[in-house]
């Protein structure tokens, strides 16, 4: 895998200090992923994890306070999402949002269009019923609503398609795996691992080994208290499975019901 | 002329001014003497002078309603009450201003529509156009006409309805039209007759177009339908700040009746409208109302359900912006037993522009077996804006079902950034969420309507954010 890195940009970010209505949520991250390569971010809830997703995205409520977060060699900061969009980000969110009256279909088109990607009509069909059956979403999903009365799994899935069609280069998924069962997390996974194979770079946020099971890491790294407290290979993943997080914790000079940056 | 502030229009960015072109002009103010010349230069018969001056009597007779939107602005006295176009004089495409021509090309707006909006009297081509479909409704026995017209080339029909829905004593606005009315649409469908294509007001070529105090009639015989759609997205032009419409449709036995406007005043006026049916047995009617623009609007299309088995629907929308009161909703009346009726009204609101939903449901004691929905639903564009409910229900008759449901909601942080994390910039967003919004409105258009309702709210929303 990290030999398609040699030409990869790599989404770093550095000492990045963050807040949500003042209150200090990341507390100096830092994190490389080039593209090309999976790395999993891992941690005991409260840690950050999410806010490190909506950060990098650019949501208007996380401030960024200090450090830098780099992409493709500039600066993200006060980049609005749809720029860093355009320049090839992703982010699957944990809960996506329902649009009611905006259709499937025409989010996509929109999507497409704001990144300069638009397709003729029926090469954007043709692409959008392929994603779906890969993903194993029925085809009525393209005129419901986005998201709207969907089920958890359903949005999830629905990200996944976003993804493919999307192609970005560098994808954030927070917590894809959550409220699947096994068979619709091997599809996710599948679903993932197809449009990975392009060279894409990958920071998967989960508490669980399982998705890992089908993507594999390339790097692991666990949050905690608003910062990055170990990294290291796919063994880390086996440690937390045994042992859970706290010897981490401990070792990071942590409390163990201190895990959480607030 | 100018009844509301006069710097309100420079900001209007689909507003234009053509200059005072007119071959004729009434006095500024009302007064039994205007009236009876108004009467007089349209050559009308004694009855409609009779009405007109008992209708101006009840007109200064009924107080300024209170109860709704802010009208202390509006100076009666200050209007002209008649203004007859210069359609002898044939102003040409060339003379309307380059700015509302961009306009009408951002909204994708027809040719031959254009040149109607734009007041270009009769074209060549246009003729051509509608030709067809003129002869095609004379052959199924449809009169579609001005409602000058109708008073003067049917006066059996037009005398037989006209004023029966609404009576010049319903309301002071309905008076004041009663008394000074001008232009608007007569339609008749003959019994058993479907209107395939909708009548749209375009059709009407040579004559007078969309006045100040339009009046509209419809008769729809038994087992008849069909769909009239009164304006349209593209600016209302108009130099008057004060547009006082009375619209009446009679549906007789298992008639359908589609009424749709979508209506964009410019924001100096004041559109105050009375607009109400009666639906006979098993008769369906439906208002389909969009209101964008205007300082004040105050409309509330109603609906009699008089016969068995009648249904009524108002599937209305409004777009408040700064500075702009909607004050709109539905009425509908439940006579008969086993009547249905089905409201749906969606507003939007920004800044400083405010909506209010006024509903009216009643339900008459005889009227067993009635069913009915409401749903309000108001969404708001920023902290500022505001929007207020107030439905009244007056039910007396047992053996009723009758459903409530009434939303408002703010356009969400988090569904601007999912959508702007997709690479769809702000503005585009946030167009894409109040066009969601209203998407149950829009689905009812025709499609070349539901496009340019689309592209006129992504213009409103044009350095609103950001």
């Known amino acids: 895998m990290s030999e398609a890195t040699a030409a990869g940009a790599t989404l770093e970010i550095r000492d990045l200090e963050v807040a949500v209505d003042g209150k200090r949520i990341l507390a100096g991250v830092s994190l490389a992923v080039p593209q090309g390569e999976v790395h999993a971010l891992m941690g005991p809830n409260g840690a950050g994890k999410t806010s490190l997703g909506y950060a990098v995205m650019g949501h208007p409520k996380y401030q960024v306070t200090a450090g830098e977060i780099l992409w493709k060699d500039q600066s993200l900061l006060g980049k609005l999402p749809e720029d860093r969009a355009r320049m090839g980000l992703f982010l699957s969110l944990q809960y996506p949002t329902a649009i009611p009256g905006v259709t499937t279909v025409n989010f996509l088109r929109a999507a497409l269009k704001g990144q300069g990607k638009s397709l003729p009509a029926r090469e954007f069909l043709k692409l959008v019923r392929d994603q779906m059956s890969a993903l194993k979403m029925d085809q009525a999903f393209m005129s419901r609503y986005i998201n709207d009365n969907f089920s958890g799994g359903e949005k999830k899935r629905m990200e996944i398609v976003q993804l493919a069609v999307l192609r970005p280069e560098m994808a954030i998924l927070d917590e894809t795996d959550s409220g699947l069962d096994v068979d619709a997390l091997r599809t996710v996974a599948e679903g993932v691992n197809r449009v990975r194979s392009q060279g894409m770079g990958v920071l998967i946020i989960t508490h669980y080994q399982r998705i890992l099971d089908y993507i594999k890491p390339d790097r692991v790294h666990v949050m905690a208290a608003g910062r990055v407290i170990a990294s290291g290979g796919s063994e880390l993943v086996n440690q937390i499975e045994k042992d859970g997080y706290d010897p981490m914790l401990r070792q990071a000079g942590l409390e163990v019901n201190d895990a959480s940056a607030a | ?466």
């Open chain 2, 1 to 466: 002329m100018a009844v509301a502030a006069k710097d309100l229009t420079k900001d209007y960015k689909f507003g234009f001014n053509d200059g005072d072109e007119f071959v004729f002009r009434s006095e500024r103010g009302l007064s039994p003497e205007v009236v009876a010349d108004i009467s007089r230069r349209k050559s009308e018969p004694a009855w409609m002078l009779e009405f007109r001056l008992k209708a101006l009597e009840h007109f200064r007779q009924r107080p300024m309603p209170s109860w709704g939107a802010d009208l202390s602005g509006i100076d009666f006295d200050e209007i002209y009450y008649y203004v007859r176009p210069a359609e002898e004089q044939g102003r040409t495409w060339d003379e309307v201003p380059e700015g509302i021509k961009r306009t009408f090309d951002r909204l994708g707006i027809p040719e031959a529509e254009r040149k109607f909006l734009a007041g270009v009297s009769a074209q060549y081509e246009s003729e051509v156009v509608y030709h067809s479909i003129r002869e095609d409704l004379e052959k199924q026995g449809v009169l579609f006409c001005d409602c000058d017209t109708g008073l003067r080339e049917h006066p059996e029909i037009f005398r037989k309805y006209f004023g029966t829905v609404i009576p010049p004593n319903d309301n002071k606005f309905a008076a004041l039209n009663s008394a000074v009315w001008s232009g608007g649409s007569f339609v008749y469908v003959p019994k058993g007759v479907r209107v395939e294509i909708p009548l749209q007001a375009y059709f009407r070529i040579n004559t007078e177009s969309m006045g100040q105090f339009e009046r509209t009639l419809i008769i729809a015989e038994e087992g008849s339908f069909v769909h009239y759609i009164e304006g349209c997205t593209a600016p209302t032009y108009s130099k008057d700040s004060l547009h006082s419409a009375v619209v009446e449709i009679i549906a007789m036995p298992n008639s359908h009746v589609r009424y749709t406007t979508i209506q964009n005043w410019s924001n100096n006026v004041y559109n105050l409208v009375t607009k109400r049916a009666i639906a006979k047995e098993h008769a369906v009617v439906e208002w389909i109302d969009g209101n964008l623009g205007s300082k004040v609007t105050m409309k509330y299309p109603s609906i009699y359900l008089m016969g068995e088995g009648a249904h009524g629907e108002v599937l209305s929308v409004a777009f408040a912006g700064d500075g702009q009161h909607q004050d709109a909703g539905a009425k509908v009346i439940h006579v008969a037993p086993n009547t249905t009726s089905t409201i749906v009204s969606k507003s939007v609101s920004k800044g400083s522009g405010r909506t209010s939903y006024r509903g009216h449901l009643k339900v008459y004691p005889k009227a067993h077996g009635v069913k009915s929905s409401v749903r309000c639903d108001a969404l708001l564009l920023d902290e500022q804006a505001r929007s207020d409910t107030y439905p009244y229900m007056d039910v007396e008759a047992q053996d009723v079902q009758i459903g409530h449901e009434a939303t408002v909601s703010k356009v969400g942080d988090e569904q601007l950034f999912y959508l702007q994390s997709r690479g769809i910039s702000e503005q585009e967003a946030t167009a894409m969420i109040v066009n969601g919004f209203i998407e149950p409105f829009v689905k009812e258009l025709p499609m070349e309507y539901a496009l340019e309702l689309n592209r006129l709210i992504s213009l409103q929303m044009e350095g609103s954010v950001g």
